[in-house]
């Protein structure tokens, strides 16, 4: 059984700092690419950061400066680092992975966003 574990989230205030973590558990072999979703309330789920195999990553313009994404290969964990926080970074955040995993006798290589973590809340107040 392969899923993503999150944690992390919180209430902080703004000008704050918090780190969410999203870790890979079960046959998981590496993760090929992972990304960090958010969506608040009446809004449109955005993608904020993702990293790929060798570690370049992308960031969203709301967030760029402020946000870092960065990984642990050997704990196939990826990180989110979030640094001055505004009121309007407050939504639930998900992460979402492209895996290599072991499936029965077969090794699964996906380059799609197929596991989704359950999700966590990222309160930011004024």
């Known amino acids: 059984q392969v899923s993503l574990v999150e944690s992390g989230g919180g209430l902080v205030q703004a000008g704050g700092s918090l780190t969410l973590s999203c870790t890979a558990t079960g046959t998981v072999f590496s993760i090929n690419m992972m990304g960090w979703y958010r969506q608040a309330p009446g809004k449109q789920r955005e993608l904020v950061a993702s990293i790929y195999s060798g570690s370049s990553a992308n960031y969203a313009d709301s967030v760029k400066g402020r946000f870092t994404i960065s990984r642990d290969n050997a704990k196939n964990a990826v990180y989110l680092q979030m640094n001055s926080l505004r009121p309007e970074d407050t939504a639930v955040y998900s992460c979402?992975?492209?895996?290599?995993?072991?499936?029965?006798?077969?090794?699964?290589?996906?380059?799609?966003?197929?596991?989704w973590g359950q999700g966590t809340k990222v309160t930011v107040s004024s």
């Open positions: 979402a992975a492209a895996l290599t995993i072991q499936k029965n006798t077969l090794v699964v290589v996906t380059n799609e966003y197929l596991y």
